[in-house]
């Protein structure tokens, strides 16, 4: 059974809501990184820091690297989410292994995805 119109709807919602929110969180990462790169070239950069306060930077914008790559990989999962909703309505929401239906609770909890969870969990438990 494919999803309703009113189910499709709603899961485009779900995407663009979360599309949005990632959006969001990469672009406070882009200003906080150019924020610490300008405070960099103040009068201040002439001072050297204590090699703690050094050591504790550079953790900073290590996390804020991984952030940024986790958080583009969900981006790129909406992006491809919504291009299989606009142009494949019919076959949205079904599992791209065994093509039975992921379900909609499944979708409403992460829209993105594209597998049912057998198949999730058979994916998972090979690795």
């Known amino acids: 059974m494919s999803l309703t119109k009113k189910q499709l709807n709603h899961l485009e919602t779900r995407l663009l809501d979360e599309r949005k929110r990632a959006l969001k ?5 882009d200003r906080r990184t150019k924020a610490d790169r300008e405070s960099g070239d103040s009068d201040l950069a002439a001072y050297t820091d204590h090699m703690a306060d050094q050591g ?20 790129y999962r909406l992006e491809e989410a ?12 079904k599992c791209h292994t065994c093509g039975s239906e992921v379900g909609l609770e ?8 594209r597998y049912c969870i057998d198949c999730k969990n058979k994916e998972e438990s090979a690795v």
């Not at 953790?59 to 790559?69: D, G, I, L, N, P």
């Not at 499944?106 to 995805?113: E, K, Y």
């Open 25 to 29: 969180a990469l672009g406070l990462f």
């Open 56 to 75: 504790t930077e550079a953790m900073e914008r290590e996390k804020a690297a991984v952030f940024a790559s986790k958080e583009g990989r969900y981006l």
């Open 82 to 93: 919504l291009r299989r909703l606009y142009n494949d309505p019919k076959n949205f929401g």
């Open 106 to 113: 499944r979708l409403d909890a992460l829209p993105h995805a």
